[in-house]
Structures are given as structure tokens and as C-alpha cells.
């Protein structure tokens, strides 16, 4: 017998989009105020977590058709290759760089490097919570 | 340089002998074998008229230059006599294996690889100056020799002959290591002429008596003595001309050249003097009383070797005793190592004809079992006169060499009673007599091998083979040895002044400085003395006592069958290295993890307990800390009680959700300690922890799931506290002792201008320390991987495929 979860699918139709944005939130904001990219990922997995269970796995697989091993590993070459851009500019290993920038739309902004390396972990976490989450999940 | 290059040519002749044997099938490869030794032999006579004025000649090839290591050939009177012997003996040894060994049935390739292998050893032995090389070539005899004894090595018996030999020599070669390395820092140099010149300086220090023992050990170990001498008998499985080699000859005798060497520095010590001349004089005595029990022709011959090999060692115990008299290059204590090398010359033509006898009686006949032998004198002629020889030579009986150095040996031996240092006055009466008895004995074998082989009736036709005379190749070898058994009964003191006198005056450089000092003429007949009436005592009584063997010989089987030496060996060996440490190492191996993880957090908190303590590192003060608060009070209980249910909780599911409640706790204590990053991720982390925890417990099998309390053990208990009190402890006295000022000043100055962040907690991670994080997410990516990988790849279910 399959159970018409209609509230709960709804319901998570909606806060999935809050968590999300939530997410990308702490994870702009980390620079200044709490969070990075650490917490913003695992929040993002608890989102995609929400859609599994009002739905299914492979319903949210079709919805979200992204390979979490693939995003695990663009994540590590993001984070290593911007810690590796400053070794072309004869600059140590790991030296960021920033400056504020006046951009269309969003105005006098600061633009950091470090945001990038940020970026990689934030994948990085998204990518392993999935992946053990799903295969966990998958397991018969 | 090509002095030392001399000492390798018998190696570096060894690499081709493989090439000889499978190319030139139709030749035995002995023949190209024994041209090293017999060419070796005559460069090295070339240096007799130089020695025997009581020169040397030193070579040297730098080897490990910064360490003061090097290959030095250093030829004076002893180690000249020795090369000579290691290669004389060398080349009648290799001509009679040519023809004891088959061309066609036997690995002759590697018998002459460990053969030449072992030749180079032995030079490098006697030649060497510097302690390290010396050591080096000492553990290559140990080695090769290992190599030729187990050369049949599909006998058991063999291999167990080679590993116990290894074992002990070895280990004595390794007790001795720890003997040089302690001369050396003493001395400052691995030299040991130098060494010898700074003699009485080494005499004072506290650790000349440590390196001298161990010394020794390794000397005694190698020479066969007490209690070390029962790697010999069953050495005796190895072929007979490697017996007559190594186990007579040559290797046996590296012991006793090695306390001749060391004589010079250690002969200032009374420990050096009882030990060598107590210990010798007790083998000498053991292996001759116990040579009469053997019933295997090389049994006997082992065990006279190692009787007369104790009777070498007591005489250069007893010539050490000559440093410590006044006036010993007139006294009767100039004998004692003249008698010494005397005897060694002796024993190595004696004994090296005799094996070879031995070895010519078991070729013939097929058996070495001296009960089944017997008549073969009239069959064996030529055997038999030589056996005869060697035996009375061995023996004592004029006109054989034995004769001559036995008379000497009891000069010595009474010259013991004139000594009245370190106890000598009370014991030193002993020595003569312990000698006298030996000697009986000794008789007693040498009788007891050639006329049981050679005489009496005897079943010829019960025998393994037909007898027949050996071929004459074979009986070139022990011809030419026992000529010299005559001649040198007839020449001696031609031997002396070329051979003798000049190792006496390396043994005794305190006593004479020249040969001609060496004031010793060795004559067949010295008037009517004690020796000589001690000596026709022993022809008597032995004579007796051989000809009612018979009656006395069972007294051999009164002696308690399980109090031997080999026993003792044994037991060591397989009783107690073998089971014994089994048992004690599988007594903590048990293969249960909880018992490593108690041994492991015992150990560790009783050592950072006690060192925190023995050192007086634990000091608490509360100076600086922040006033506690209500809400933190109530915090801490809230811990203290989830902790509590999670340890004491009856089923598993309390537990789990006891631990999440103080992992939200932890949380709360983030939040109050004005951590919010950490805060936020203990949240998240803790839930999916939590989830992943019922998950687990969720697929835990249905059987056996007992929903039991943990039992209490004392012993966890105790460890569990132990570690909680060390943590503590550390805790508190590392909180109390701040040393340096912390390093948050500097971030909290420079986020927002070197950084441009204000997250300081978020800058460290990507920025300052952007590192750990990039491994931090290699480490997540690798747990990741790990678990897709533990729960796609299960070869087991889906028949071994991916």
C-alpha cells in the first residue's frame, strides 16, 4: 500500500527552497559571519535529504541528476587549484588574493580567492553526505 | 696491495668454479681448486726468512676510511704460521677430495665455493690487524663453514649439525663484536698492534675485564671448549675433508689464534689467566674421557680434537702467567707458549691424517661404526701405518711430533707449583695432575681408534662394501701429513726457529723482543725427570686401562642420560626459545582487540602518570580562570547524566540517543563559549552521526541480540579511570602552566587587513591555515570513497565478479 504523503511533499517542496537558499547564504557570509563552506554544504546535503524522504531515491535522482563521486572530485581540483594559482605568480603555495571590485547589479563588492577554495569544500561536503547517504540508501 | 689482495684470491677464484664445473665436465673441478692454495702456500714461504728474524710485513687497503676501518695483512710470526697451515693444509685437503668426492655424483661447484669461501675467511682471520675486518672474516668461517657442514643437505642430520654449529659460533662471534667495540673505545682504535702498545693503560680501565670475557667467549665459542664444544661432534656430518679442514686444522684453531693475539693486552689480567688455562685444562680433560665413549670413528676424532684444542688453550693460559714473573725467559714459564704452537703445528698434521683415515675407512667400507670394524690391517696397509703414526703422535709415543710437544706440555704444567700468585699456591697442583689424567686418556683413544678399525678379527664380510685399499690419490694427503709427524720429531728445532720462535715473540712481545732470545732446544731426550716418569706413567696405565676397555667401559652409562650438554642445548633452543616464548608472546597475542586496547591505555596512562609525577610537572592554579555560571553548572549535569545513562544504559538504543544528547550538549557549550561555527556543524555533524548510529542498530541480526547491560569488569574499570585521571591530570596542570602567550593576538589584528575577512574561525580554515582544510576535505573524499567502495564491491555475494 503506498501512502499519500501530499502535506509532507508539499511542505517539502517549499522548505527545500528555504534550506537552499539558507545554505547559499551561510556559505556567501562565511568571510564575515558565521558559517563557510563546511556548514553550508552539509545544509545543502540536508535539503537534497528532505527531497529523499517526502519522495523517493529515484525520484530525486531524476530530479537531481548529478553524480556526487564526480562532485567530490571537482570540488578537491577546485580547492587545489586555487590554492595552486599562486604558485604561477612565483607567490608561495596558498596565498589568496582579494580586492573590491564595482560590479553591475551588486555594486562595490570584494571578490576573494579564498571564496573559490571555499567553494571546493562546499562541494567536497555536499558530494561525500550524498554519497554515503545514497549508498547507505541504495543498499539492500 | 697484493699482500691483501692474497687474502681474496681464494674468493674471487670461487666465482669462476661454477664456470669449470658445468664447462669442463671431464676434469674434477678440484684440480683447478687446488692450484689457489698451493700457490698461496708458496708466496706465503716467501716470507719466512723475514718473519723468522722476527720482522713483519703490514699491507693495507682502506676500506671505510672515516670510521678507521681497513683490510690490513699484518704478517709476523703467528699469523704467517697460521696462513701457512690454512694453506698448506688447504692444498692436501682439496687433492684428497678430488678423490673422496664423485666427479659426476656430487655439487662440486658449490663444495669448492664454500670451500675457498672459507679459505679467504680463514687468511682474512689470522692477517687481519684492524678488529673490524677481523670480525667480519670471523663471521664469514662461521658462514661458510655453516655451508659445508649442511653440504648434504637433504640429510637431517646435516642441517641440524650446520644450524647448531651457527648458533653457537655465531653467537659467540657477536659476544665478541661487543669485546672489540669495547677495546676500541677504550683504545681509541680498531688496531690491534696499537692497541698492544697501549696495553697497560686498557689494563686499568673498568670495562677490560667486561670486553675480555666477552672476547674469550667468542674465542671459546669458535675453538670448541667448555661448555661450547657440542657443535663439534655434530659437526662431524659434514664430509670428511671439511672435517679435516675446518674442524681440525683450521677453523677450531681461529679461537685459540685470536687468545694468542690478545695475549699480549689481556696476559695482565689474573680473569684472563684462570680462565684460559681452568678452561682449557677442563676440556682438555672432558673431551678426552668422553672420546673413549664414541662409538663413531669422527665421534672419536671430534672429541680428541676438542680435547687437544683445551690442551692448546691451558698452555697459552699458563704462558700468560709468564708476564706476571720475574724473570720468566729463564724459568720453566717460557715453555708454556712455546709448547703451545708447538703442539698446534703438531696437531694439525696429526689430526688433518687422521680424518682423513677416517674418511678413507668409510669410503672403503660404507660404515664409520667402529663395532662393526676391525681386521682391516692386512687388508689397508698403507691406512693403517698411517693411522697408526697420527694415533701414537696423538698418543705421545716417541718418535712422533705428539711425543715431543706432550713432554712440553707437562714441563708447563708443573712449572704451575713455582707460581704463587692469584690462588696458583693452593690450586695450581691441580693443573699437573688434571694433565696427567687427560693424557691416560687420551692414550686410551688413540689406541682404542687404530686397533679396533685396524686389528683384531673383525666381520669383513658384514660389511657395507667390499674393503679394498683406498686408491693411491687418496692416501697422497695423509702420506704427506704423516712424513712430517715423523720428520718433525727429527727436525724440531729447524720447525722451531722458522715457525715457533717467531709466533712466540708476537705472543710474548714483553718477554723477548728477537727469536734468538727465545733460549728453547727442543731435544727427544732430556735425562731422566718428572715429565718423562709421568709420561711412561701414562703408557702404563693407559695400556692397562685399553686393554680391560671392555670391563670399565660401562661406567660411561651410569652418567644421567638427560644431564648433557646437547640437553641443555636443546632445551634452550626449542624448549624454551621455541615454546616457551610462544607461550609467553600468545599469553598477551590473543587476537581479542578489547584486551590490546586495555594493554594499550593501561600502559599509556601509567606512563604519562608516572611521568607526570616522577618529574613534579603537576601543578594547578585557578589563577585567570572566568567565574562559572548557574547555566553552566546546569550544562555540565545535563553532560554528566547523558554520559552517565550512555555507559550504564540497559539496551543499545538508549544509549544511542543518550550519546546524541551530549553531543547536543556539546553543542549548547559551543554556543555559550561564543563559538557559533563550531556550534553549527556540531548540530548537523551530531544528527547525521545520531542517524547513522540507528541505521547501524536497525541491521544489527536478529539472533542473539541480547538486550543486556554491559557487565562490569574490575580491570576495565580500573584502566577507563586510569585513562580519565590522566586526562584530567594533564589537563589541569597544562592549563595551570601557560609558557608562551597565545598567537590569536596576531589573527585578531590582521583578518581584516592581510586577510580581508572578519569570520576569524573562517579565515584560519581557508586562509591562514588553508592546508588542513585542503586535507580535511581529501580526508572527507576518502571516507566517502571508502564507504561506496565497502558496500558496491562485495565479491562474495555476486559470485566473485565486479
Not at chain 2, 553548572?633 to 544511542?656: C, D, N, W, Y
Amino acid at each position: 500500500m503506498k501512502i499519500n504523503n501530499v502535506i509532507l511533499q508539499f511542505t517539502a517542496k517549499i522548505v527545500f527552497f528555504m534550506i537552499f537558499f539558507y545554505a547559499v547564504h551561510i556559505f556567501f557570509a562565511g568571510h564575515y559571519t558565521p558559517g563557510g563552506g563546511f556548514v553550508g554544504g552539509l545544509v545543502t546535503a540536508s535539503a537534497i535529504v528532505l527531497l529523499i524522504i517526502a519522495f523517493d531515491l529515484k525520484t530525486v535522482q531524476s530530479i537531481l541528476p548529478i553524480n556526487y563521486i564526480y562532485l567530490i572530485a571537482s570540488g578537491l581540483l577546485l580547492a587545489l587549484g586555487t590554492a595552486g594559482i599562486a604558485m604561477f605568480t612565483g607567490k608561495p603555495f596558498f596565498t589568496h588574493f582579494f580586492d573590491y571590485f564595482n560590479l553591475p547589479i551588486l555594486g562595490k563588492t570584494s571578490l576573494h580567492t579564498a571564496a573559490l577554495f571555499d567553494l571546493g569544500v562546499y562541494l567536497v561536503v555536499v558530494g561525500v553526505t550524498m554519497t554515503i547517504i545514497q549508498t547507505i540508501g541504495e543498499d539492500e | 696491495m697484493f699482500q691483501v689482495l692474497c687474502i681474496f684470491i681464494p674468493l674471487i677464484a670461487a666465482l669462476f668454479m661454477p664456470f669449470f664445473f658445468k664447462k669442463v665436465r671431464s676434469i674434477h673441478t678440484g684440480w683447478f681448486v687446488l692450484v689457489v692454495p698451493i700457490f698461496l702456500a708458496s708466496y706465503y714461504a716467501t716470507f719466512i726468512p723475514i718473519t723468522s728474524k722476527g720482522d713483519s710485513v703490514i699491507a693495507q687497503l682502506h676500506w671505510i676510511p672515516s670510521l678507521g676501518i681497513s683490510f690490513v695483512s699484518y704478517l709476523d710470526g703467528l699469523s704467517l704460521l697460521f696462513s701457512i697451515l690454512i694453506t698448506g693444509i688447504g692444498a692436501l685437503v682439496v687433492l684428497y677430495s678430488i678423490f673422496y668426492l664423485n666427479r659426476t655424483k656430487e655439487q662440486l661447484h658449490n663444495f669448492y665455493i664454500y670451500l675457498l669461501m672459507f679459505m679467504s675467511a680463514m687468511l682474512g682471520v689470522v692477517q687481519s690487524d684492524n678488529m673490524m675486518t677481523l670480525y667480519l672474516f670471523w663471521e664469514l668461517t662461521s658462514i661458510s663453514s655453516f655451508l659445508l657442514i649442511g653440504y648434504w643437505f637433504n640429510r637431517d642430520k646435516s642441517r641440524f649439525g650446520a644450524l647448531k654449529s651457527m648458533m653457537i659460533t655465531v653467537a659467540g662471534g657477536m659476544l665478541m663484536l661487543g669485546g672489540f667495540v669495547l677495546l676500541a673505545l677504550m683504545g681509541d682504535t680498531f688496531s690491534i698492534r696499537e692497541l698492544i702498545a697501549q696495553a697497560p693503560e686498557l689494563a686499568a680501565n673498568d670495562l677490560f675485564v667486561l670486553a675480555l670475557i666477552l672476547i674469550l667467549l667468542g674465542a671459546f665459542t669458535k675453538s670448541a671448549q667448555f661448555p661450547f664444544y657440542i657443535w663439534l661432534p655434530d659437526a662431524m656430518e659434514a664430509p670428511t675433508p671439511v672435517s679435516a679442514y675446518l674442524h681440525s686444522a683450521t677453523m677450531v684453531k681461529a679461537g685459540i689464534y685470536l687468545v694468542a693475539r690478545f695475549t699480549p693486552i689481556f696476559a695482565q689480567s689474573e680473569v684472563w689467566i684462570w680462565l684460559v688455562a681452568g678452561i682449557g685444562l677442563l676440556t682438555l680433560f672432558w673431551g678426552s674421557f668422553f672420546a673413549v665413549k664414541q662409538t663413531d670413528l669422527k665421534g672419536i676424532l671430534a672429541f680428541s680434537t676438542v680435547s687437544q684444542l683445551g690442551l692448546i688453550m691451558s698452555l697459552l693460559g699458563v704462558g700468560a702467567i709468564a708476564f706476571h714473573v720475574e724473570g720468566a725467559a729463564d724459568s720453566a714459564f717460557k715453555y708454556a707458549t712455546f709448547a703451545a704452537i708447538f703442539h698446534l703445528i703438531n696437531h694439525a698434521t696429526f689430526k688433518g691424517s687422521l680424518f682423513m683415515i677416517a674418511g678413507i675407512v668409510d669410503h672403503e667400507t660404507g660404515t664409520r661404526d667402529i663395532r662393526k670394524l676391525g681386521g682391516l690391517m692386512s687388508i689397508m696397509p698403507v691406512s693403517f701405518t698411517v693411522a697408526l703414526i697420527g694415533s701414537f703422535s696423538m698418543a705421545g709415543i716417541p718418535p712422533f711430533n705428539g711425543f715431543l710437544s706432550k713432554e712440553m706440555f707437562l714441563t708447563a704444567m708443573l712449572s704451575i707449583a713455582e707460581f704463587d700468585l692469584f690462588n696458583f699456591a693452593t690450586w695450581g697442583i691441580l693443573f699437573p695432575i688434571i694433565a696427567w689424567i687427560a693424557s691416560v686418556f687420551t692414550f686410551i683413544y688413540s689406541l682404542y681408534f687404530v686397533f679396533r678399525t685396524f686389528t683384531g678379527k673383525g666381520n669383513i664380510a658384514q660389511l657395507p662394501h667390499k674393503p679394498h685399499e683406498a686408491p693411491m690419490g687418496m692416501l697422497i694427503s695423509p702420506v704427506i701429513l704423516a712424513v712430517l709427524v715423523v720428520g718433525i720429531f727429527f727436525i724440531p728445532n729447524i720447525v722451531a726457529d722458522l715457525f715457533i720462535k717467531p709466533a712466540v715473540i708476537a705472543i710474548q712481545p714483553f718477554l723477548y723482543t728477537h727469536p734468538e732470545q727465545v733460549d728453547i732446544h727442543i731435544s727427544a731426550w732430556h735425562g731422566v725427570n718428572t715429565e718423562l716418569l709421568m709420561t711412561l706413567g701414562i703408557f702404563a696405565i693407559g695400556f692397562v686401562l685399553f686393554l680391560t676397555l671392555s670391563k670399565w667401559q660401562k661406567i660411561y652409562n651410569a652418567f644421567p642420560a638427560k644431564l648433557t650438554l646437547n640437553n641443555l642445548y636443546d632445551f634452550i633452543i626449542y624448549e624454551l626459545s621455541g615454546n616457551w616464548m610462544y607461550r609467553l608472546s600468545s599469553s598477551y597475542m590473543t587476537g581479542s582487540n578489547r584486551r590490546y586496547l586495555g594493554l594499550m591505555f593501561g600502559a599509556f596512562s601509567l606512563i604519562v602518570i608516572g611521568t607526570l609525577f616522577s618529574k613534579d610537572a603537576f601543578y594547578v592554579t585557578f589563577e585567570g580562570a572566568s567565574p562559572v555560571h548557574l547555566h553552566q553548572v546546569i550544562l555540565i549535569i545535563v553532560l554528566v547524566i547523558g554520559t552517565i545513562t550512555t555507559v550504564f544504559a540497559k539496551s543499545r538504543i538508549t544509549s544511542i540517543v543518550a550519546l546524541g544528547a551530549v553531543g547536543y550538549t556539546v553543542s549548547l557549550f559551543f554556543v555559550l563559549f561564543k563559538a557559533p561555527d563550531l556550534a553549527l556543524t556540531q548540530l548537523v555533524i551530531e544528527t547525521i552521526s545520531v542517524a547513522l548510529f540507528l541505521l547501524a542498530f536497525y541491521h544489527l541480526p536478529k539472533f542473539k541480540k541480547e538486550q543486556e547491560r554491559n557487565r562490569f569488569k574490575f580491570g576495565r574499570a580500573l584502566v577507563s579511570f586510569a585513562v580519565g585521571a590522566m586526562v584530567t591530570l594533564v589537563a589541569l596542570s597544562a592549563h595551570s602552566q601557560k609558557l608562551v602567550p597565545s598567537i590569536a593576538e596576531y589573527y585578531k589584528e590582521t583578518v581584516y587587513s592581510l586577510a580581508g575577512g572578519g569570520n576569524i574561525v573562517n579565515v584560519i580554515l581557508v586562509d591562514y591555515r588553508g592546508f588542513d582544510t585542503l586535507f580535511e576535505i581529501t580526508v572527507l573524499a576518502i571516507a566517502g570513497m571508502a564507504i561506496y567502495g565497502m558496500i558496491k564491491l562485495r565479491l562474495s555475494r555476486k559470485g566473485g565478479k565486479l
